[in-house]
Nanobody, 127 residues
Framework: QLVESGGGLVQPGGSLRLSCVAS????????VGWFRQAPGKEREGVSC????????YYTDSVKGRFTISRDNAKKAVHLAVNSLKPEDAGIYYC??????????????????????WGQGTQVTVSS
């Protein structure tokens, strides 16, 4: 089970720290991703991390603003989201899956292939 937290309402330019905590699975052995879905849009991979922190992927629109990190001791993965823009708004989902391909391919190409999902946390960016 994956549980997300940390979403909320922020003004443009603001920051949040999203967290994904796992129970029942050992996150150390899984790739973990953050996906977001805006109303009327397809779910997209925002950022993913492989089983090591140096294997990461960011979609172009968030590079330099978002940072994904693991805390294996706490069975958690965090996503620091900074300099938020209105287009960053949506429901952010955490997902985990065994790392079967490159982290870029897994994150970018097919969110439907990820086996474990959280319930999502809402991020709203508005003044």
């Amino acid at each position: 089970q994956l549980v997300e937290s940390g979403g909320g309402l922020v003004q443009p330019g603001g920051s949040l720290r999203l967290s994904c905590v796992a129970s029942g699975i050992t996150l150390d052995y899984y790739a973990v991703g953050w996906f977001r879905q805006a109303p009327g849009k397809e779910r997209e991979g925002v950022s993913c991390v492989g089983t090591r922190d140096d294997s990461t992927y960011y979609t172009d629109s968030v590079k330099g603003r978002f940072t994904i990190s693991r805390d294996n001791a706490k069975k958690a993965v965090h996503l620091a989201v900074n300099s938020l823009k209105p287009e960053d708004a949506g429901i952010y989902y955490c997902a985990a899956t065994p790392p079967v391909r490159s982290i870029q391919d897994m994150c970018q190409l097919d969110w439907r292939g990820w086996g474990h999902w959280g319930q999502g946390t809402q991020v709203t960016v508005s003044s």
